[in-house]
T-cell receptor, first 112, second 115 residues
């Protein structure tokens, strides 16, 4: 059940600044990781992925870093824009099973 | 890109009603579909994995008789919430993949409100 006082972690960033969203994953056997963006009332939208044989991958304005030693994943968004305001979820996958395990999510709020 | 369509987007109905939600893959054949439930300000919780032509695999704690899943074709899976009650009110999201071809592609969810 839900514990009183637990809320979605929130990150507030000034427009134009860089954002860093962090995620700890749970299963050392996970070999594929995805960041999803979810806007209010919509389903998750794929942003970027990375396989466990890499430690960094770059997309357009986004970079994902993977540290397998400490089971940590981060999403960096460059020059954050108001349209980036959303909830961001990391997801870990053990590709032999296809099942996706979602992290708790971080709410990003961009201040114009 | 891959598109998953979910219908309806919103349902409001009385307690005791059964509600069917459809999930369609529009431009690819989805050998596997997943159904999630999401509470406000929470993460997605996997309810069940639906493989075309076989019985769905339910996660621990999910009542299979309450949440009936049918995956009769490679482009359609349905979730039926039977005899829905207010505690079943939630945001239900489906996703679809071709087996072994991540990432999953998500529908836009169904907001279910039981009065």
């Amino acid at each position: 059940g839900e514990s009183v006082g637990l809320h979605l972690p929130t990150l507030s960033v000034q427009e134009g600044d860089n954002s860093i969203i962090n995620c700890a994953y749970s299963n050392s056997a996970s070999d594929y990781f995805i960041w999803y963006k979810q806007e209010s009332g919509k389903g998750p939208q794929f942003i970027i992925d990375i396989r466990s044989n890499m430690d960094k991958r770059q997309g357009q304005r986004v970079t994902v870093l993977l540290n397998k030693t400490v089971k940590h994943l981060s999403l960096q968004i460059a020059a954050t824009q108001p349209g980036d305001s959303a909830v961001y979820f990391c997801a870990e996958i053990r590709t032999s099973y296809d099942k996706v395990i979602f992290g708790p999510g971080t709410s990003l709020s961009v201040i114009p | 890109g891959a598109v998953v369509s979910q219908h309806p987007s919103r349902v409001i109905c009385k307690s005791g009603t059964s509600v069917k939600i459809e999930c369609r893959s529009l431009d690819f054949q989805a050998t596997t579909m997943f159904w999630y439930r999401q509470f406000p300000k929470k993460s997605l919780m996997l309810m069940a994995t639906s493989n075309e032509g076989s019985k769905a695999t339910y996660e621990q704690g999910v009542e299979k008789d309450k949440f009936l899943i049918n995956h009769a074709s490679l482009t359609l899976s349905t979730l039926t919430v039977t005899s829905a009650h207010p505690e079943d009110s939630s945001f239900y999201i489906c996703s679809a993949i071709r087996t072994g071809h991540q990432p999953q592609h998500f529908g836009d969810g169904t907001r279910l409100s039981i009065l």
